[in-house]
């Protein structure tokens, strides 16, 4: 690593107000000594252990927002004094970044994991004495050098990635990790993932693929979801469920919303153009389109300009919808249902799907969520479960969708207790639109059609 000049640093004005950011002047000063001690230590002590954790506080927003600018401050304070009066000598520690500190410890990492368990715990106790009970946890990652050519940056780099593995456990506690490769392959391509999600819809890597829905009493195609992929140009394919928690994040969820019903749309109008009979398609709708107040006059637009019917198109929601204003997320349903698309419940039966929704909101239509479906075969007591899930549904004339049907088992017993229709690999997996027309309207059709 280069060695870095402080004053030259402070006396660089555009690179210091890049750093100064999110930080103090002290903070970026004492980050930089950091940087230069270690590389000062490195080169002197050849071969000496210098594992490096980062760690940060759990819940910073939280505790911020509830406690307030004073005493997260007198929280900083208690961390730097804390850590830094434990320091041997030929040890470190700095804040990093806005709520980042890296520590460079000797010893072994188990020693290492040993001290700084301690370290939080005391910081903890502390703060729930001095200040009322508030409790404070930390992400941490370890990560040991030794016996590898990595430069100090690339140390850091490895210790920081461990901590945010450390800060995705679902725990609230303290959580120590250890940084392993699997860890930093997945941290690169996330961070991958985030910075490039919002060129992904301008660049055309985005590709639809639909699912069937079959009609359990005639066996019939009745209906189809449109899933999203994206083809990424160095990662390859990527499923939804590895970006669209980003695109939720960044709100590019919009973009990516509003083009798969566009890509549908189109489709529709092409089928209708070659005089096939289309099947109604679902498009997964993120909770977020909520807060736009523009949501259903786009959503209509979009049907207007390729002529399509609503009611050709089913909106499906998750249950997290509820965590919007309850008074907007009704009223928006009331008029998508008025233009006439038909709104399903999707995920039903995970999470905090919630009866007092089901009562509220004007769904037509209820998909058991995968997991119901999963554990049909283990005992009677879920396929009672089920049974009273769908007479329920159909008693406020709801359609009874299947989602995740695997086996013929499966099948079976969801026809059985009257659920409506089904989708599943048992049927079949999701597929290019291309292969869906011919099989499902029997033709391949092209764009002139
Ligand atoms: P979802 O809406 O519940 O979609 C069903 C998921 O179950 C799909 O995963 C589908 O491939 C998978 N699946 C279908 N049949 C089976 C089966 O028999 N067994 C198992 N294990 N899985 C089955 P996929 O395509 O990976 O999508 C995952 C989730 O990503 C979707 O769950 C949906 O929440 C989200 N998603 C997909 N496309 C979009 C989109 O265009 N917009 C938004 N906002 N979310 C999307
Ligand atoms: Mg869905
Ligand atoms: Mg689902």
Not at 209 to 236: F, N
Not at 264 to 284: F, L, Q
Not at 396 to 405: F, L, R, S, Y
Request: net charge negative; charged share 25%.
């Amino acid at each position: 690593m280069d060695k870095i000049d402080v004053k030259n640093l402070i006396s660089n004005p555009n690179k210091l107000d890049e750093l100064l950011k999110n930080a103090t002047i002290d903070s970026v000063i004492s980050y930089y000594r950091f940087m230069e001690n270690i590389t000062e230590s490195e080169k002197n002590d050849n071969g000496l252990r210098h594992t490096i954790a980062a760690f940060s506080v759990r819940r910073f927003s939280y505790l911020f927002q509830t406690y307030g600018d004073g005493i997260w401050h007198y929280l900083l304070d208690v961390i730097e004094d804390y850590i830094s009066d434990r320091l041997d000598e030929g040890e470190f520690f700095t804040p990093a970044s806005n709520n980042k500190y890296l520590i460079q410890l000797k010893g072994s990492p188990e020693e290492i994991f040993r001290r700084l368990y301690l370290y939080f715990d005391e910081i903890s106790e502390k703060m729930a004495l001095d200040k009322c009970h508030m409790k404070v946890t930390f992400a941490c990652g370890i990560y040991d050098p030794s016996g590898s050519a990595d430069s100090v940056s690339e140390v850091i780099k490895k210790s920081t990635a461990a901590m945010h593995r450390a800060s995705l456990a679902s725990s609230c506690s303290t959580e120590i990790v250890f940084y392993s490769e699997e860890i930093y392959k997945s941290v690169v391509r996330n961070s991958i993932i985030e910075q490039d999600l919002c060129n992904a819809v301008k660049n055309n890597e985005l590709i639809v693929e639909i699912q069937p829905k079959y009609d359990m009493k005639t066996g019939k195609c009745v209906s189809a979801e449109a899933l999203v992929r994206w083809m990424h140009p160095t990662l390859g394919r990527i499923p939804p469920d590895d970006f669209i928690p980003y695109a939720e994040k960044t709100g590019f969820v919009i973009d990516i919303d509003m083009y798969v019903l566009e890509t549908i749309c189109k489709y529709m109008r092409k089928w209708m153009d070659s005089g096939v009979n289309p099947v109604t398609v679902a498009v997964n709708q993120s909770r977020l389109h909520i807060s736009d107040p523009h949501y259903v006059d786009s959503v209509f637009a979009m049907m207007q300009e390729y002529d399509v019917w609503p009611n050709l198109i089913e909106l499906e929601t998750t249950e997290s919808i509820a965590f919007n204003d309850y008074t907007s997320v009704t009223e928006i349903l009331h008029r998508l249902h008025d233009y006439g698309f038909i709104l399903s419940m999707d995920d039903f039966g995970s999470g905090y799907s919630s009866l007092y929704m089901l009562n509220e909101l004007e769904y037509d239509e209820l998909k058991l969520d995968k997991k119901l479906v999963e554990n049909i075969n283990r005992s009677d007591r879920s396929i009672a479960i089920l049974r009273h899930i769908v007479a329920m549904a159909h008693d406020i004339n709801m359609t009874v969708v299947a989602e995740g049907v695997e086996t013929a088992e499966q099948a079976r017993v969801l026809k059985d207790i009257g659920c409506d229709v089904a989708q599943g690999f048992y049927y079949s997996y999701p597929m290019p639109i291309e292969r869906f027309e011919a099989s499902v309207f029997g033709k391949i059709m092209s764009d002139e059609t």
